[in-house]
């Protein structure tokens, strides 16, 4: 590869796309790679392994490490972007916890595999080299966190896995910001909201505040939220339909945001865009709600902007803008 080629860092965590036994991911960077020569026409790469396990077991302090090693390596000038290997399973909250706290333009693109290696119709060659083609794309830059399986490109903010199939990845009610076609990226749309080097959530701190996903089912009792609510300091509402909570819970959750846990209503349903003081009295209650972000998303929206502020009326303005 020619000296001038993009310089791309790839970094690794685990999951099926790099997983050959059911228990555990064994391959490593490396092998990864090497699995792709097609990539070395492409850029002059460098593997590091920042975790190596299913997507399951991703924590939070996997997301500090991650976030920390790629802000330090796009401070570096000659890489050109960062490439995340991931596990499916929770790869979509990995790239909104990226989107919201990595601190430069370049492009980030996470990638993993619905497929494992040496399956029949293995998908992660595939996805790994258009990941790299991404990465080195002038017009990747500046759309913060990108997703890429089944050759669409996604915002991290958008998507979501919604089955076991190839194309698993979906932003529903959205779409994708593009596609890849013979390792040419295309972009469409661009995303609206806050993310990176706009992102007003930034963080310095070692620690994320405590934020559990309560469930909504039809009879949901107070008792599982009374149970927990007091180890936490904020909880997300997976609510039915627009977020809404049964009158059955409202004194519980009430009490319990009277002292100053933050609660947050989203929903269950796969994209709604959670409407305020509908059915729940949400100014008087001092609840906030999550826009369009999915609970697993809005945790960690969560967690950062209890970083910031115990304020419900400024973390509801950090839900309207990222
Ligand atoms: N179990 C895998 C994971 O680590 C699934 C996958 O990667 O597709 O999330």
Redesign the pocket.
Known sequence: MESNAPKILIVTT????A?TSPMD?TLSGDDLVQAVPELRDMASISVEQVAQ??????SVEDWLKLACRINSALSEDDIQGVVVT??????EETAYFLNLVVESEKPVVVV?????PYSLGADGSANLFNAVAIACNPNAKGKGVLVTLNSEIHSARDVT?TT?NLD?FKAAGLGPLGYVRSGRPLFYRTPTRMHTSASKLHFSCRILPRVAIHYSYAGVTPDIFEATASAYEGVIWAGTGNGNLPKSLRVAVGEAVRRGLVFVRASRVNFVVVERNDEVDDDTLGFVTADSLNPQKARILLMLALTKTTDPAKIQEFFDTH
């Open positions: 685990g999951g099926s796309i997983q991911p396990v299913l997507s399951a077991d991703i991931h596990g499916t399973d929770t790869l993993g595999a619905m497929r494992r896995k076991s698993a």
